[in-house]
């Protein structure tokens, strides 16, 4: 996983997704849902066992922090790896909701 890693995005009603292609049927995924107050409420992140340890989730958390940022939303990181990022990344800190 040296090379750039494709990230897609969907929402439905209130719940988005942001995921990537690994394999033939093996994705990482980070799952949220959307608050009243257009916050959004990050509650999973998973990556395929054979593919952990490569970044992979903080890449899709990354695009998550660009979307707030260009988006001008706040996140609520409910997941306990998304919760691990912000403490390790002060300059996120903006970005709580």
């Known amino acids: 996983m040296d090379t750039e890693l494709d990230i897609h995005h969907a929402t439905k009603g209130d719940r988005g ?3 990537a292609d690994l394999a033939p049927g093996r994705q ?3 799952t949220y849902r959307r608050r009243p107050d257009g916050s959004i409420v990050i509650d999973h992140t998973g990556v395929p ?4 340890g490569r970044g992979i989730a903080l890449k899709l ?7 707030a940022r260009d988006g001008g939303f706040k ?3 409910q997941c306990p790896y998304v919760a ?14």
């Not at 066992?49 to 952990?52: A, C, I, S, T």
């Not at 691990?84 to 909701?97: C, E, K, M």
């Open 49 to 52: 066992k054979e593919f952990e």
């Open 75 to 77: 996140i609520v990181p």
């Open 17 to 19: 997704r942001y995921w």
């Open 61 to 67: 958390v990354k695009r998550a922090i660009k979307d």
């Open 28 to 30: 990482a995924e980070m």
């Open 84 to 97: 691990v990022q912000f403490r390790r990344h002060p300059d996120w800190s903006d970005l709580l909701a």
